[in-house]
């Protein structure tokens, strides 16, 4: 058991010795005992240099070296749901050296990448998509005439997705042969909720998935090498479709990961000795997670839902003070959206805290259920823009592209977190379906105060009036304008919201202001830029108009100024744009 990380890598003379993974079919089982304390010491050191996900790799070490022991990976395929215990799968095929720089500029990908590694044989980042996945590749190796092995390792918290049952439903009409392996850690990000959990823990398990064609297995002890190879040597050989029920525990190994699996789900890098602490300022959640409580105090008829995000919300205190009014809905982020729309029609006032890129998973709920019907829902959009080193598959960088096709929709983007207090507002006491996307992270450090006032609905503010050149900001990008904007005596308009237009505003800029620039962290087809175009273009605007947002392609993972700076949207790549195209 270990009880700190350590600062310096350790030594793993044995994983040093292997060529991995091919290596490990020849190892032994006390060979393999060997590897795993070897693995497990040298992801405690390695997570710590990069950051990323943390619990969950530890918890599967020894389910990781078990499977590449008896697959013949890379033609067996091995596909890990959502990726966060992925990182041991890194290690044991060739790519330990390079793990210390995992999620970092042109370092490995947080989740499994099929343009990194043929191991890694399905892209994932989103959960409960490994059983579909290995369905397919069962069906069309068999149809090509290549039957392998087709395994999903999938984990409990990932199984209380509508897509998992979608795929197991299907699985028994196929007659393809396919092993489910149920990590059962009793976790995902967060605790898990659901009955799925409570019966996992029955001794009636084998029953629903017997029911639907599977034949089930366990519960396996994942952390004891010497008996579950064997058992799963045994089951991996057999036809038909199985499910193997192992259970793990998150963080195994790591003291304080075992005592706490929700705060060691992922870490920050390792600080330096002696480094000083950083002055506390809240996040954009943090905003949200205070606001929610302060309405909710003031307002009796507000309901929240989260599909599986309590923490990275921060609905955590919300939780705790109303829970009787909070709604954790495991990951079903379908069911969150339509579970709000029964809520309003209803009578009371749902909010949905979920991030920009899961609510892709939700749009025909979104526009079908609550926008059609003009039902009453605020969603609080989490992680808009751009997220770092999580990389493409989290990027909030579509929501304003989706959002603003939808009728009765009202999108909002603040540009501070005093401006996402007081547009929550907005979009709360607003009679029908409305957005607020903010950013991950920290913002320019604005205090929000304690009002729960709405803005005029569809109003922009003007922060400085200027002539011939007009910036109109959607969002924190506002702050990296404002010195330009005051350097050039431009106007500059932070518009607050996307749908709808201030086009009030717009068509007194567009009398005096023959270049007007657009700024926007999304996607540009599609995005606010691309609203502002069209209203003006149609209202016959003779000038010129930049659109300056994300560019049509996905941005590898990296900090968040280095992302910007790749899309053109740090200051400099700003100052730069912007005065060629005005001054040319």
């Not at 990781?64 to 959502?82: K, R």
């Not at 044991?92 to 989740?111: E, V, Y």
């Not at 505003?505 to 606010?528: C, M, R, S």
Request: aromatic fraction near 8%.
């Amino acid at each position: 058991m270990y009880h700190s990380l350590p600062q310096q890598r350790p030594a793993t003379p044995l994983l040093d010795s292997l060529n991995l993974p091919q290596d490990l079919r020849q190892c032994s089982i006390d060979t393999l005992v060997q590897l795993a304390d070897e693995v497990r010491h040298y992801l405690l050191w390695s997570v710590g240099q990069s950051g990323g996900h943390f619990g969950a790799g530890l918890g599967v070490v020894e389910l990781s070296l078990a499977l590449h022991h008896l697959l013949n990976t890379p033609e067996d395929v091995l596909i890990w749901d959502v990726g966060h215990q992925a990182y041991p799968h890194k290690l044991l095929t060739g790519r330990m050296q390079d793990l210390p720089r995992i999620r970092q500029r042109n370092g490995l990908a947080p989740f499994p990448c099929r343009e990194e590694s043929p191991y890694d044989c399905f892209g994932v980042g989103h959960s409960s998509t490994s059983i579909s996945a290995a369905l397919g590749m069962a069906i069309a190796k068999r149809q090509l005439g290549k039957p392998v092995r087709s395994v999903a390792v999938i984990g409990d918290g990932a199984c209380t997705a509508g897509m998992a049952f979608e795929a197991i439903n299907h699985a028994a009409q196929t007659g393809v042969d396919l092993s489910v392996i149920l990590n059962d850690n009793d976790m995902s990000i967060s605790p898990n909720v659901g009955s799925l959990a409570t019966y996992l823990d029955s001794s009636h398990a084998h029953e629903l998935f017997s029911a639907l064609g599977f034949h089930y297995h366990g519960p396996l002890d994942g952390h004891d090498l010497p008996t579950l190879v064997p058992q799963l040597a045994h089951l991996l050989q057999q036809p038909g479709l199985h499910l193997i029920h192992v259970q793990t525990r998150k963080g195994k190994g790591f003291a304080p990961a075992e005592a706490d699996p929700v705060g060691f789900h992922a870490i920050g890098k390792l600080a330096p000795a002696h480094s000083p602490a950083p002055t506390p300022r809240p996040k954009y959640s943090n905003i949200f997670g205070q606001w929610l409580c302060d309405q909710a105090a003031a307002d009796p008829r507000l309901l929240a839902i989260t599909p599986a995000m309590r923490e990275g919300s921060d609905l955590i205190a919300f939780s705790e003070r109303y829970p009787e009014r909070y709604f954790d809905v495991g990951i079903a982020e379908q069911h969150a959206l339509t579970l709000a729309a029964g809520m309003a029609c209803a009578g009371a006032k749902p909010v949905v805290a979920i991030y920009s890129t899961f609510l892709q998973r939700a749009y025909d709920q979104l526009i079908h259920d609550i926008a059609l019907q003009d039902l009453d829902v605020l969603l609080a959009l989490d992680r808009a823009g751009l997220v770092g080193e999580d990389g493409p598959t989290h990027a909030g960088v579509y929501d304003i592209s989706f959002l603003r096709c939808i009728p009765n929709m009202v999108i909002m983007a603040p540009a501070d977190e005093a401006e996402t207090r007081a547009l929550l507002n907005t979009g709360y006491h607003y009679p029908g379906p409305a957005a607020v996307r903010y950013p991950r992270g920290h913002g320019p450090g604005l205090a929000p105060g304690h009002s729960l006032e709405p803005l005029p609905l569809g109003k922009a503010r003007l922060l400085q009036a200027g002539h011939e050149l007009a910036i109109l900001a959607f969002g924190p990008l506002l702050y990296d304008a404002l010195p330009l904007a005051t350097e050039w005596q431009a106007t500059l308009v932070d518009m607050r919201f996307v749908k709808p237009l201030d086009t009030q505003l717009l068509d007194q800029l567009a009398q005096h202001h023959p270049y007007i620039v657009t700024l926007e962290e999304q996607a540009l087809a599609g995005g606010a830029g691309s609203a502002v175009n069209e209203y003006l273009l149609g209202q016959g605007f003779k000038g010129q108009i930049l659109n300056l947002g994300l560019p049509d392609c996905y941005l590898a993972h990296g900090s968040p100024s280095q992302q910007r700076e790749d899309a053109g949207l740090d200051p400099n790549s700003l100052r730069q744009r912007i005065s060629q195209w005005w001054r040319r």
